[in-house]
């Protein structure tokens, strides 16, 4: 893969060059992926043949330059111009054409997508962690492919074959990309409502009606958009049992994969955000002009699942980008407080880097330690979507299954609500320098803004946590998780005093978590309101006990390396003193979370309305 790096850096009004730097925390990636995700496993599965060590770790380090070289100078371009609707065509900055442009060429889109359409066939893992490196260098472009996987995931489960051969090829190259439609202005977390009508016409549906806050829903730097739509039959049964799925296509494409005529779904306006400006946020109307011709994918009424498909999978990466728009901050804060020198420190004399007063220290530690615990939470959950679909196992693919559906809603609610805090911590290191915009620190809070809203509100991951995954197999996924924590405390015990406060707050957390899990197993009957008003807090302890115990393993892993000689020493010093700081410092909080889901209370539900 041959890179171009003819990319503009953008140079401030006062001619200082902003901090649009980049780079993949390539380290830490290796050694979640390898040590803690198990790498070596996954490429052993009989469908990864081909991933050898080598082709694995030249697209690690290509990724991370084409990450940091071509996408990451982009991204402030972005922010500054936006997008705009010119003439009915949706106008991206010209610099992300170019960067899309590079990404086709170079193969990225094909990465992790099926082999029998072109695809590299990579493990999903690999596929995170280059997504993990697009949408550190620049979320709002990240967007775009992201939301093509998806489609090609969904098309390739769902769709007929005749829709596969003539999709699939143009979408795993990303000649073409997907959308997701699912919202209209009276249907956004409950899709139960949704409005969109499909009328049966010969070989094809004719699809209308409005969708709104589409992302990347139109725009030019592809000759071709296929839209998956959410829509009903006429005579489909109410609520979400009456839901299908099409394909709609921008352009109709001939027998021969040419294209043909333009469909009959247009872009009315794009909207303006507070953050990721230049990903277009579209309003879609289908069928003005007769009905825009779609294409079922899987059965009628039976949309909605398939649906589930693609939204896993961009759970997962909504989560990923989470981490990755944190880990951009943390890079700019860290760099930052090594430069600004401001203050003194108790015993020495002038002044210092802020680097070096214990507050900003805190803060840098706290950014460090949770992206550590998302990145191996995300990856360990990438790898089980691998193990549940190519495993030769059965049994191995059902408990990979339940822990991919556990996991998801911990992935998604918890690290985009601990990005909120991550990329605000980054402004605060900061100070005056950080709430000024030319920094570009203040965009990556922008930006994170919307993880914890699209695709599943934080309170709608938290209901799916607590209502399909802890309640509706009476805690059984649950029990499984915690059974398999248990077992690190025998093997963090044998590694000594070292991990000592690292196994103690492992216990403790999983401890608490049981304790939460059983209270809402007692709860549920007869008091559904209380077990709904627990939800955020038990799936902010899960995610905080689940991120603990990946620090532990970590910590684990990292003393066995030093007693060996074995590898960076002071990269895995560093693993576990930063393990210490989470299990010290940041676990503490699962206390607080377990008293609030725990509390019986039900005030919130008493406050007369007319009060609020
Ligand atoms: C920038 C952007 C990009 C987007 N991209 C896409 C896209 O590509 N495709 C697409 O289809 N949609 C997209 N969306 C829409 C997005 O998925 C919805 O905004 C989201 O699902 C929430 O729906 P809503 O905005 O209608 O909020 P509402 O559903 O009205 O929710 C408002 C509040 O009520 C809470 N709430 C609602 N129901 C419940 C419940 N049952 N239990 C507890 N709390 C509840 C929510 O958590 C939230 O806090 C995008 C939105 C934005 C802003």
């Known amino acids: 893969m041959g890179v171009s790096t003819d990319v503009k850096i953008v140079v401030g009004k006062k001619g200082r060059t902003l901090m649009t730097e980049y780079k993949a925390p390539l380290k830490d990636l290796r050694f979640v992926i390898n040590e803690l995700a198990d790498l070596k496993m996954i490429s052993q599965l009989p469908v990864f043949e081909h991933a050898t ?20 100078p982009t991204n402030i ?57 697009w949408q550190g260098a620049n979320l709002a472009l990240g967007l775009c492919p992201m939301l093509t996987d998806g489609a090609i995931e969904t098309i390739e489960a769902h769709a007929s074959d005749e829709l596969k051969q003539l999709y699939l090829e143009k979408m795993v190259s990303g000649e073409w990309t997907g959308t997701m439609d ?74 021969d994969g040419s294209l043909g005529d333009r469909n009959d779904v247009f872009v009315t306006s794009v909207e303006h955000k507070l953050g990721i400006h230049a990903s277009p946020t579209c309003v879609l109307n289908f069928g003005d002009n007769g009905g825009a011709v779609g ?42 407080a090594k430069e600004r020198v401001q203050g003194q420190f108790p015993g020495n ?47 191995m693919r059902a408990s990979a299954f339940e822990r991919t559906a556990l996991l998801t809603p911990i992935v998604k609610g918890w690290m985009t609500e601990v990005a909120q805090d991550l990329t605000s911590i980054g402004i605060q290191v900061h100070g005056g320098t950080g709430y000024v915009e030319e920094t570009g620190v203040a965009q990556y809070l922008r930006d994170a803004r919307i993880l914890t809203i699209y695709e599943g509100t934080t309170g709608i991951q938290a209901n ?17 998780l915690l059974a398999d924590i248990a077992e690190l405390d025998s093997r963090l015990a044998s590694c000594g005093a070292e991990l000592e406060s690292i196994r103690s707050a492992v216990a403790t957390g999983r401890l608490r978590l049981e304790q939460a899990t059983n209270w809402l ?3 549920a009957q007869d008091e559904p309101a209380v077990v709904y008003l627990a939800a955020f807090d038990y799936l902010m302890l899960a995610g905080t006990v689940v991120g603990a115990w990946q620090m532990g393993r970590a910590a684990e892993v990292a003393h066995k390396k030093l007693a060996d000689k074995d590898g960076d020493a002071d990269f895995h010093k560093a693993k576990i003193i930063t393990a210490r700081f989470y299990a010290e410092e940041i676990l503490p909080r699962s206390a607080g979370y377990l008293e609030a889901a725990t509390s019986d209370s039900s005030s919130a539900m008493e406050l007369p309305e007319e009060q609020f």
């Open 521 to 523: 197993l007692g709860k």
């Open 77 to 133: 371009i972005g922010d500054h111009e936006g997008c705009r609707i010119e003439d009915g065509k949706v106008k991206v900055p010209s610099e992300f054409s170019d960067a899309y442009q590079l990404f086709v060429e170079n193969g990225w889109q094909s990465l992790d997508c099926s082999q029998d359409y072109g695809g590299m066939g990579l493990p999903t893992l690999i596929g995170s962690a280059t997504a993990e490196m």
């Open 349 to 395: 004399r002038g002044s210092v880097q802020i680097i070096q007063h214990p507050d900003v220290r805190r803060m840098l530690m706290t950014m460090k330690s949770l992206i550590e615990a998302m990145r191996a939470t995300a990856y360990v959950t990438a790898s089980t979507i691998d193990i549940s679909r190519h495993a030769e196992d059965a049994d």
């Open 182 to 255: 699912l919202t209209e202005p009276q249907s956004g977390s409950d899709l139960a409502t949704i409005r969109t009508q499909a009328v049966p016409n010969a070989d094809h549906y004719k699809v209308s009606g409005t969708k709104i806050f589409i992302t990347w829903g139109d725009h030019e730097m592809t000759e071709n958009i296929l839209h998956l739509v959410l829509a009903r039959l006429p005579d489909a049964p109410d609520g979400v049992r009456g839901i299908s799925l099409f394909l709609v296509p921008k352009f109709l494409v001939n027998d």
């Open 53 to 72: 060590d080598d082709v694995l770790e030249s697209i690690l380090d290509e990724a991370s330059r084409f990450a940091s070289e071509v996408l990451g």
């Open 464 to 480: 799916d946590l607590v209502g399909r995954k802890i309640l509706a197999d009476s805690g059984l996924a649950m029990q499984h």
């Open 295 to 336: 294409y079922l994918v899987g059965q009628e009424n039976r949309g909605l699942a398939c649906m589930f498909t693609m939204m896993n999978l961009a759970r997962l990466q909504v989560g990923i980008q989470g981490l990755a728009v944190s880990e951009r901050s943390y890079q700019a804060a860290r760099d930052y």
